[in-house]
């Protein structure tokens, strides 16, 4: 897939997905890296060889590869490179065009198990928002939703595909819901997360000052509101990044005052939900739930899984490949990262139990018939913005909740993401799920003493391995120490770097 997400839209990438339309066999990345770094042509051709003989790649077998590209200026030119070395390698391909990341995994999954007993579905586009829509419709019921969702489409791919999926949908004259896109200008690829860069020279250094005024990263990062959108009180509000594999909600009180409803939330609801349908349907026993975060999901969405919920919570290493390792251990897996990746996985053996199982009474029955439409609708390859927005509209208006009953779940510690340039951060490794600095020595200590100081203190340090960068989250009581803490660590990151 030819992306770079919510980052700038002169930047671009891949992300590459495995066979089974999940993400790429974390072995695999180092040999990627070795072609990407192959300084010439021939040394290109050398580690490719060396790979094919080190791997024992059976030649024989005739690769092939499915690819798409998102609405970035710089996609059409990469396409042709990537064909350039498909012919060059004697590789069959296929061009999907534009799609989202996560269309490309369904696609892929789809491709694979066409003809197997797992065969997942269509696999082209069509086929992806007929399996949606059709799962949606017998979801939906005879639930009435509550006004309409406003989708802050990032002016990427997500803005054409969401029109297009809506075509599939029952529209709110039939009793479905109302999804009005907005942000969805995919004619000038430069306002994707519509950037607007200034460069000024203040001597001594050069400033960049970045402005993403729109699409889901700008919403997680600046904790507001596109600055374009005018959200009335009480209403519905998503916004998805450059590529649609994220999604978050907000909304605006009584008083204007902005409410995030991020990941950690989005896994909140569909755990909480999924669990009651289970246990509903008659498959409490039968069926584990459990959630997956990272260290950046928010304490109190962890306390109320653990303690209110009653559900088990795992916390891996950050990058949506180790949560959904993580969440393929439970029957039924429910995972978020805090700016809005993520997904529900369902085990082979589950999918099995939820099929075969004869309801006792209607009211099982009606809950089981949820519970199977729901494995399909949510996409089981990747975090899926489109499908994640339809479960989330679901889910709200089964319960009849409004985003402010989804709100008062629980209480967001307040909390601070900071970012800080160091000579060296691969200097800054880290145990225990990213949790804790094992390196350099002693500056662990060295923050624990300080989190000691704060109510409902907590704070960790890793280096980004997407950025130039070392993170630092810290949460507190409120947000006057929660700044405070992280502004402390900040400052012990600083002396450890130099
Ligand atoms: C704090 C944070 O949001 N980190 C992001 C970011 O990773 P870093 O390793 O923190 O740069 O990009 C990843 C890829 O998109 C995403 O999976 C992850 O959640
Ligand atoms: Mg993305």
């Given at each position: 897939m030819i992306t770079a997400s919510h980052?700038?839209?002169?930047d671009n990438g891949v992300k590459l997905v495995d066979p089974m339309g999940e993400m790429l066999e974390q072995s695999w990345e180092a040999y990627a890296t070795i072609l990407a770094n192959a300084e010439s042509d021939q040394a290109l051709v050398e580690a490719y060889g060396k790979l094919t003989t080190d791997l024992k790649v059976d030649t024989n077998v005739k690769p092939r590869v499915v690819f798409a590209r998102d609405t970035r200026a710089s996609g059409p030119r990469l396409v042709s490179a990537l064909v350039a070395a498909l012919e060059a390698s004697g590789t069959e391909y296929t061009d999907c065009k534009l799609l989202t990341t996560p269309q490309l995994h369904y696609i892929t999954r789809c491709l694979n198990t066409k003809?197997?007993?797992?065969?997942?579905?269509?696999?082209n586009e069509q086929g992806y928002y007929e399996k949606t829509a059709a799962s949606f419709k017998a979801a939906m019921g005879h639930k009435k939703f509550n006004g309409p969702v406003t989708v802050d489409c990032a002016n990427g791919v997500g803005g054409p595909k969401l029109r297009e999926l809506i075509k599939y949908l029952p529209s709110s004259s039939e009793g479905g819901l109302e999804i009005k896109v907005v942000n969805?200008?995919?004619?000038?690829?430069?306002?994707?997360?519509y950037q607007v860069r200034h460069i000024g020279s203040v001597a001594p250094s050069t400033i960049w000052l970045n402005i993403m005024q729109c699409g889901a990263d700008f919403v997680k990062t600046n904790q507001r509101a596109p600055p374009s959108s005018h959200p009335t009180p009480l209403a519905r509000c998503a916004s998805l990044d450059g590529d649609a594999d994220r999604l978050m909600y907000y909304f605006v009180d009584a008083d204007n005052v902005f409410h995030l409803l991020d990941g950690d939330r989005i896994a909140t609801l569909a755990a909480l939900f999924i669990g009651d349908l289970a246990r509903n349907a008659g498959l409490g026993e039968r069926l584990k739930v459990g959630v997956v975060q990272t260290a950046y999901a928010n304490g109190a969405s962890t306390s109320y899984i653990t303690q209110d919920l009653k559900l088990p919570v795992v916390c891996t290493p950050t990058g949506v490949k180790h949560l959904h390792h993580a969440a393929t251990k439970f029957d039924v897996g429910v995972y978020f990262e805090a700016n809005g990746h993520g997904t529900v996985v369902f085990s082979d053996v589950a999918l099995k139990r939820i099929n075969k199982y004869e309801p006792q009474s209607p009211a099982q029955s009606s809950s089981l018939d949820v519970l199977r439409a729901l494995t399909a609708l949510i996409n089981q390859t990747v975090g899926d913005a489109l499908s994640d927005l339809l479960l989330v509209e679901l889910i709200l208006a089964h319960k009849s909740w409004g985003p402010k009953e989804w709100d008062l779940t629980y209480t967001d510690l307040p909390n601070r993401l900071g970012r800080i340039e160091v000579a060296d951060r691969n200097i800054f490794k880290t145990t225990d799920a990213e949790r804790k600095?094992?390196?350099?020595?002693?500056v662990q200590a060295q923050i624990d003493a300080l989190v000691g100081k704060y109510k409902n203190g907590r704070s960790f340090v890793r280096a980004s391995g997407t950025e130039d960068a070392v993170r630092v989250y810290a949460e507190a009581a409120t947000k006057g120490e929660a700044d405070d803490l992280a502004a402390k660590v900040a400052d012990i990151v600083k002396r450890a770097g130099v």
């Open positions: 980052n700038p839209p002169d003809g197997t007993a797992y065969e997942y579905g269509e696999p969805d200008d995919v004619v000038e690829p430069e306002r994707l997360n600095l094992e390196s350099p020595p002693g």
